[in-house]
Structures are given as structure tokens and as C-alpha cells.
């Protein structure tokens, strides 16, 4: 069993909260890019997740920011729609609604989330030479 240690202090996560991937001189966001250099080790080194099916790849730092800022987004949609499901098993479960409703919007929700990691999964941001507007290109 492998055991994670994160150490997050409060300029991280301001600086995950409030600022852009690329602020307006170019500089890529350090937190975000430390967040996915320490992801992309544990997904491909530890859990031996290959890269065409992780949320992390290897490429330029620009493209490694995005998918920490995709992965971060998409952990937001997963609590948020974790909350949704308990608020409601314990809100109308006691007035006599059906669990199976409930799980039925449970089973919807965990769809959503595949749908939007297949998304990403084919985005043609993982392309080893993309590059969003915004981000600076290597010299060639």
C-alpha cells in the first residue's frame, strides 16, 4: 500500500483559486504545474495507468497545467454531484421517496463524469503540439 503525503499551504490554494493557467506575462501557474508533475508520477509510476487513458500526459508544462486545471474542475463536479445525492437520500428519503430514484440520478450523474473524462480523453489538447491561446511556444 502506497501512502500519499500532500502538504498544501494556503498560497497553493489561492493561487489555484484565483489565478489563470497562464497569468498575463506568460508564466505558467506554479501551483497547477506541481500538482501535475506529482499526479502524472503517481498515475503512471504507481498505479501504472498508461497515458492514453490517465488525465495526465506527458508533454509541454503549458499542456500539463491544463490537465491539472481539467482534473481539478473535474474532482469540483464530482463533490459537487456527491453532495446533490447525500442532500437528497437525506432530505426525501424520509418523506417517503424511492431510493431507486435517487439512484437512478446517482447512476445518471457517474455518467455524466465518464462522458466528460471521454471528452477529455479525445481532446485534441493532448496532442503533443497543441497549444491554447494564450500559452507561449517554445522556441524551435
Not at 33 to 42: E, H, K, M
Not at 76 to 83: D, H, I, T
Not at 102 to 116: C, P, T
Request: glycine share 4%; net charge negative; with cysteine.
Amino acid at each position: 500500500m502506497y501512502l500519499v503525503r500532500v502538504s498544501i499551504s494556503f498560497d497553493d490554494i489561492r493561487s489555484l483559486t484565483f489565478a489563470d493557467e497562464v497569468d498575463p506575462l506568460g508564466n505558467l501557474n506554479p501551483a497547477l504545474l506541481s500538482i501535475t508533475a506529482s499526479a502524472y508520477r503517481i498515475q503512471s509510476q504507481r498505479l501504472h495507468i498508461p497515458d492514453m487513458l490517465g488525465f495526465f500526459a506527458s508533454g509541454p508544462p503549458c499542456l500539463q497545467v491544463h490537465q491539472a486545471w481539467l482534473f481539478l474542475t473535474f474532482v469540483e463536479q464530482f463533490l459537487l454531484l456527491l453532495v446533490n445525492e447525500v442532500v437528497m437520500a437525506c432530505v426525501f428519503v424520509p418523506s417517503n421517496m424511492s431510493l431507486l430514484r435517487i439512484l437512478r440520478n446517482a447512476v445518471i450523474d457517474i455518467g455524466l463524469l465518464v462522458l466528460l473524462w471521454l471528452v477529455s480523453l479525445f481532446s485534441p489538447c493532448r496532442a503533443a503540439d497543441c497549444y491554447l491561446e494564450g500559452w507561449i511556444k517554445p522556441p524551435a
